[in-house]
C-alpha cells in the first residue's frame, strides 16, 4: 500500500506531533547532532519499536534509534525501504511477516510487525529514507501515515543542510590532514622517512587496515614501505 490509495480523501495528520519533531531537529541541528540523533526523536514521538535514517546511493545507515553504532555506515539492497526509494513514494506494510518485500535488517532487535518506509524528497531528488517499524500489526493508521508523510516533506531540507554541513566539516578534517602531511613531509629528504610519513598519513585519512607506497626511480632500487 502507498499514500496514493488516500487521494480525494481529507488528509488528516497529527500537527501537534509535527510541530514537536521539527521543533526538536531544528535544536539538533544547532547543536550538531541532527543526522545521529532524528531516529530517537522520532521513535519517541510516535511510539514505535525503531527509527532507521538511511542516506545516499545505494542506501546506507547514518542512525538507527536502537544505538547500535557499530551497524553506522551498513548498506542496505533489498527491503521495503529500497523499494520505498526506487519509487519515490511511501509504503506499508500492515504485517511484515505475509510480505515478501520487507527485510528486516539485522540490527532490528525483537519483534516487528508493521512497517512504513517514507522517502525523503528534497528538489524532485530522493535523499534517503526514514524507516518506521513497530511491534504491532495494523500499526500504521491513516492518520500516522499521513503525519509521517507531511513530517517527512518538512524533515527533508533540514537533514539535506545537516548532511552537507557535515560532508563539508569532514572534507576540511580531511584537508587539514594532507596539510599536516604536507608540512611533514616538507621538513625531511630521506626517502624513507617521506614514504612512511605519506603511508601512515593515508591510514589516517582513509581508515585503511594496510596502506602499501612504492617509490621507482631509474636511478635507485624499489622502495616499498607497508
Known amino acids: 500500500m502507498t499514500s496514493m490509495e488516500y487521494v480525494g480523501a481529507p488528509i488528516h495528520t497529527d500537527e501537534a506531533i509535527i510541530n514537536r519533531v521539527i521543533q526538536a531537529a531544528i535544536q539538533e541541528v544547532n547543536n550538531g547532532t541532527l543526522l545521529s540523533s532524528i531516529p530517537h526523536v522520532l521513535r519517541q514521538a510516535f511510539e514505535l519499536h525503531n527509527v532507521s535514517l538511511y542516506l545516499g546511493v ?77 511491534c504491532e500489526t495494523n500499526a500504521f493508521d491513516k ?41 611533514q613531509l616538507l621538513s625531511v629528504q630521506d626517502i624513507d622517512t617521506v614514504m612512511r610519513a605519506i603511508a601512515g598519513n593515508f591510514h589516517e585519512v582513509l581508515n585503511a587496515s594496510t596502506v602499501t607506497v612504492s617509490y621507482t626511480h631509474l636511478t635507485l632500487p624499489t622502495k616499498r614501505i607497508v
Open 58 to 134: 545505494p542506501l546506507t545507515l547514518k542512525a538507527s534509534s536502537n544505538g547500535k553504532p557499530a551497524f553506522s555506515g551498513a548498506t542496505i539492497h533489498q527491503g521495503l525501504a529500497v523499494q520505498a526509494f526506487e519509487q519515490q513514494a511511501p509504503l506499508v506494510s500492515q504485517r511484515v511477516e505475509q510480505d515478501a518485500r520487507c527485510v528486516i535488517p539485522p540490527w532490528i532487535d525483537g519483534c516487528v510487525q508493521s512497517e512504513m518506509a517514507v522517502p525523503l524528497i528534497q528538489e524532485q531528488q530522493t535523499i534517503g529514507i526514514l524507516d518506521f517499524f513497530s
Open 143 to 183: 492518520v500516522m501515515r499521513h503525519t509521517l508523510i507531511k513530517l517527512a516533506e518538512q524533515l527533508s531540507p533540514i537533514l539535506e543542510s545537516a548532511l552537507m554541513l557535515s560532508q563539508m566539516e569532514r572534507r576540511i578534517d580531511e584537508l587539514s590532514t594532507l596539510q599536516d602531511m604536507t608540512l
